[in-house]
């Protein structure tokens, strides 16, 4: 049997992406090049990276909006859902709320991890 797959579901997905998206646009000025140079790809290329340093906070807003969006979305009473539509399968939702908290808690530690990881380093 088919599901059906409501706008309040592509919404949702929609928001859950275009949040994971701006959450690495944001992380990619910081992590971006020790990534690189881990991988062994030249420190000279990766410094070309720092251009969205001043675009941190704008990617780090519209990541928590966006993902903010998709938790209201997910969170809030559905007024009526067509049987057999995704929106009706609680196991559905449950992964969707399992994605989201997983995403929130990946990009917290994205966006805190170059704030943090000077005091772990030895000089």
């Known amino acids: 049997m ?3 797959v409501t706008s309040e579901d592509k919404q949702i997905k929609a928001g859950l992406i275009a949040g994971g998206i701006t959450a690495i646009l944001a992380s990619v000025c ?4 020790l990534v690189l140079v881990l991988l062994g790809i030249g420190g000279a290329w990766a410094s070309t990276l720092s251009w969205f340093y ?3 906070p704008y990617l780090i807003g519209g990541t928590y ?3 903010g969006w998709s938790g209201y979305q997910l969170y809030r009473p559905k007024k009526t ?3 057999g539509s995704l929106c009706a399968n609680p196991r559905y939702q449950r ?3 399992i994605t989201l908290l997983f995403v929130l808690g990946l ?3 994205l ?3 170059p704030e943090v990881l000077p005091y772990f380093l030895l000089n």
């Open 2 to 4: 088919e599901k059906l």
């Open 30 to 33: 910081c992590l971006g090049p």
């Open 54 to 56: 001043p675009l941190k």
């Open 65 to 67: 909006l966006l993902l």
């Open 81 to 83: 859902c067509v049987i």
């Open 95 to 97: 992964i969707l709320r």
């Open 107 to 109: 990009v917290s530690v």
């Open 111 to 113: 966006f805190l991890l």
